[in-house]
């Protein structure tokens, strides 16, 4: 059926590296991809999206690439922080006949090590 | 703006009670979301409502019930709440329903 899933479930990195947290899809009409950041306790925060005609998409510090030929997306965090610790989410815009709906995958833990 | 608000943070409930979560957004935004979340689980849909007016089903509706009372507030209810009700339940908003979404704080439910 149709999911999102990511490969690691948790992450650690140095602080001061760079991470790289990846996710698959399944869904290829899927035409917009979003990463959330949710810390302990709080909802998930918007983070960065890219759509199905791009491949690159460059915010503060954060890369998402995605490539449409494997169904693979990818968000990478330049110079990761402390304050980056948390758990990261993609999700995907499914395109249904009952209309646009997002899936989430089932998140990533990113553990900043000092 | 305080973007999306829900209430009340925490609640405790025991089985067969009933309760209402508020969740009101700022933003002008079209269409609202009620999502419950478990461990080791993604996001689930349980309703949404593309615009005023109107409101369906998501993933997993069954025990609830939503009112989407104008365009800023998008109400969740538990008529008879059950054990397997126990989750964080978050309300989300968007300009449309193809857009990003935008996420409240959350709401803490136990049911004993």
């Known amino acids: 059926g149709e999911s999102v899933g990511l490969h690691l479930p948790t992450l650690s990195v140095q602080e001061g590296d760079n991470s790289i947290i990846n996710c698959a899809y399944s869904?290829?009409?899927?035409?917009?991809f979003i990463w959330y950041k949710q810390e302990s306790g709080k909802g998930p925060q918007f983070i960065i999206d890219?759509?199905?005609?791009?491949d690159k998409r460059q915010g503060q510090r954060v890369t998402v690439l995605l490539n449409k030929t494997v169904k693979h997306l990818s968000l990478q965090i330049a110079a990761t922080q402390p304050g980056d610790s948390a758990v990261y989410f993609c999700a995907e815009n499914s395109k249904k006949s009952s209309g646009d709906k997002l899936t989430f995958g089932t998140g990533t833990r990113l553990a900043v090590r000092p | 703006n305080a973007g999306v608000t829900q209430t009340p943070k925490f609640q405790v409930l025991k089985t067969g009670q009933s309760m209402t979560l508020q969740c009101a957004q700022d933003?002008?935004?079209?269409?609202m979301y009620w999502y419950r979340q478990d461990p080791g689980m993604g996001l689930r849909l349980i309703y949404y409502?593309?615009?005023?007016?109107?409101?369906d089903k998501g993933e997993v509706p069954n025990g609830y019930n939503v009112s989407r009372l104008n365009k800023r507030e998008f109400s969740l209810r538990l008529e008879s709440a059950a054990p397997s009700q126990t989750s964080v339940y978050f309300c989300?908003?968007?300009?449309?329903?193809?857009?990003?979404?935008?996420f409240g704080p959350g709401t803490r439910l136990l049911v004993l």
């Open positions: 409502s593309a615009s005023e007016g109107t409101t």
């Open positions: 933003m002008n935004h079209n269409s």
């Open positions: 989300a908003s968007s300009v449309g329903p193809e857009l990003t979404q935008y």
């Open positions: 890219i759509r199905s005609n791009m």
């Open positions: 869904n290829s009409a899927s035409d917009y």
